[in-house]
């Protein structure tokens, strides 16, 4: 069933030449070796904040897009930003490309390392409304412009990454981790990799895969880009996600293996694109897919873009199984619904112990107080799923979950309810026009 919306737009081509005249990012106190700050992980997707022009917004860090994006601009998003002009930005999607603003000279900073001269496209219409995707406001995305200057470690356990600087980082002896070249191609690193497949037998198959930390699934592959690169012999299709050109469809499945030099990753999830949605993807022939968040986060990863290496050493999480939505929902942030709240009141007697409320005792005062809650609904209903045929439709706001309000969730937290466990039982409370209904199913699993 679909995954909630992941957010694969980002491993985008865009066909736009920028002047080259930005300033590298630099620590402030140019003695100093790291600076640290902690992220988001939603989705398996980093968000990390930074300050542009003096204006602290949130990006997804992401090593597959080669420009600074923003997208999310309001009225009270006043950037200042300088030296504008029209441009056009193709991505994945079978649409036409979007219009955008080049803006250049901007000064961006993320806490002590900053950087005056930077170019931002900004896209001027935010028609797939990723804030809302998310659960949590996105201004933009940032990878190479950063990432080029400096060396980064991110700790997906902890949420933390630490950027070194290049001049004075040096490496510790580390014998459980694992080094790949990079190769560069339109300023996205790639490495080379080995999958199993269940069409060609035992066979490791040799592949070369875009390092995408912006992408929230584990694996894409690109389906007869190679002879052997085939569909396994399960799968279903899916809307993938939504690109800057549109809606991006393909095929989920699983692979038997994903091998990362000598670490071996069992039965990882895949999806296999369509030649549409890639147009522009593969013109990169040497390239037969993606590395996504989904296996990124069972590692440390150190990317370094100056010595052309990204260094691998698996955490805690590296064994655990690879799930996905199985309940044919995508959920959305509906903005934030006033919820009246009762206040718990406790009274003590004279000797100030507390007097619990029984059936002897009456409270004469009874006070609530009202507050801003998140509030969900669903975006859409992929035909045939257990939700579908539980009768649920678009636009339906959630009202609970398994019996607990929906409102005490985070966008997060829904999407892991949906992936936990083949045949756990969903029970929904809706909103449909004003009318309060329930709706039962159970999470199927079809790979």
Not at 30 to 36: G, I
Not at 56 to 68: A, E, P, R
Not at 214 to 239: H, Q, R
Not at 345 to 372: C, L, V
């Amino acid at each position: 069933m679909k995954r909630l919306y992941s957010i694969l737009f980002f491993t985008s081509f865009l066909f736009i030449s920028e002047a080259n005249c930005q300033t590298s990012f630099r620590f402030l106190n140019s003695t100093k070796v790291k600076e640290r700050i902690k992220f988001k992980l939603i989705n398996n997707i980093i968000v990390i904040p930074v300050e542009v022009n003096g204006k602290k917004l949130s990006f997804i860090l992401d090593t597959g897009v080669n420009k600074t994006i923003l997208f999310n601009l309001s009225q009270n998003d006043s950037l200042g930003l300088k030296n504008v002009k029209k441009v056009q930005l193709q991505g994945l999607g079978s649409g036409d490309p979007v219009d955008a603003l080049l803006s250049l000279g901007n000064r961006f900073k993320i806490q002590n390392i900053s950087s005056e001269n930077q170019g931002i496209y900004v896209i001027l219409n935010d028609f797939f409304n990723l804030s809302s995707k998310m659960g949590i406001t996105i201004h933009g995305i940032i990878g190479f412009n950063l990432l080029k200057d400096l060396i980064i470690k991110i700790n997906y356990k902890s949420k933390k990454i630490d950027f070194y600087n290049p001049t004075m980082f040096q490496y510790k002896k580390c014998r459980n981790c694992e080094v790949f070249p990079i190769q560069f191609y339109r300023r996205k690193p790639y490495i080379n990799t080995k999958v199993q497949l269940d069409t060609i037998g035992n066979e490791l198959l040799d592949v070369k895969l875009l390092v995408d930390t912006g992408g929230s699934d584990a694996v894409w592959l690109f389906e007869n880009y190679k002879e052997e690169i085939k569909t396994p012999k399960i799968y279903f299709d899916d809307i993938l996600g939504e690109g800057l050109s549109g809606l991006i469809y393909g095929k989920r499945s699983r692979i038997p293996k994903l091998k990362l030099g000598k670490f071996i990753i069992e039965k990882p999830t895949v999806s296999f694109l369509d030649s549409v949605s890639t147009y522009h993807a593969r013109k990169f022939k040497e390239r037969n897919g993606s590395i996504g968040g989904d296996i990124l986060k069972r590692f440390k990863v150190w990317v370094d873009y100056p010595n052309k290496k990204i260094t691998l050493k698996k955490n805690g999480s590296f064994s655990k199984g690879f799930n996905y939505n199985m309940s044919g929902l995508d959920i959305v942030y509906n903005g934030k619904q006033l919820v009246k709240e009762k206040v718990v009141q406790s009274y003590s007697d004279s000797y100030g112990r507390e007097i619990e409320n029984n059936a002897n005792s009456i409270n004469f005062i009874t006070r609530y107080f009202f507050k801003f809650k998140p509030s969900y609904k669903i975006n859409k209903v992929l035909k045939n799923s257990p939700s579908d045929k539980a009768g649920l439709l678009v636009g339906d706001v959630i009202l609970k979950i398994n019996g607990k309000k929906a409102h005490e969730f985070n966008l997060n937290q829904i999407m892991y309810k949906f992936r936990e466990r083949d045949n756990n039982k969903i029970t929904m409370q809706i909103d449909r026009n004003g009318r309060k209904m329930e709706f039962k199913f159970r999470l199927e699993k079809k790979i």
